[in-house]
């Protein structure tokens, strides 16, 4: 079963994300807490527009799925520039969840 790390701050998020990934998701508070938690999962989900996020991106080394307003364009394109394997707007990421999950 994956383990996931998720750095989502808003709790409509979080809560569409706990629907989908139940008990294998775990929230942290800040971006350094992912960068720790990320040793012992699988997977790190990851809102792009919280600040601090393109910093953590080079230092985890798990597999990462970020997703932000199809609008930040130059966000989307700098997350991948950091090692974020998939890049995707809100919209796609909530819409495709339980298969990026899967």
Do not use: N, W
């Not at 929230?27 to 809102?47: K, N, Q, R, Y």
């Not at 996020?53 to 966000?75: E, M, N, T």
């Amino acid at each position: 079963m994956t383990r996931i790390v998720a750095y989502v701050p808003d709790l409509m998020d979080r809560s569409r994300i706990s629907a989908a990934a139940g008990s294998r998701v775990a929230f942290v508070a800040t971006p350094a807490a992912l960068a720790e938690a990320a040793a012992d999962t699988d997977l790190a989900i990851v809102d792009l527009g919280r600040p601090g996020v393109l910093d953590l991106l080079p230092k985890i080394s798990i597999s990462s799925i970020g997703f932000a307003s199809h609008v930040d364009r130059d966000l989307m394109a700098a997350a991948r520039a950091a090692g974020c394997d998939q890049v995707l707007a809100r919209s796609a990421f909530f819409a495709r969840l339980g298969e990026l999950l899967a």
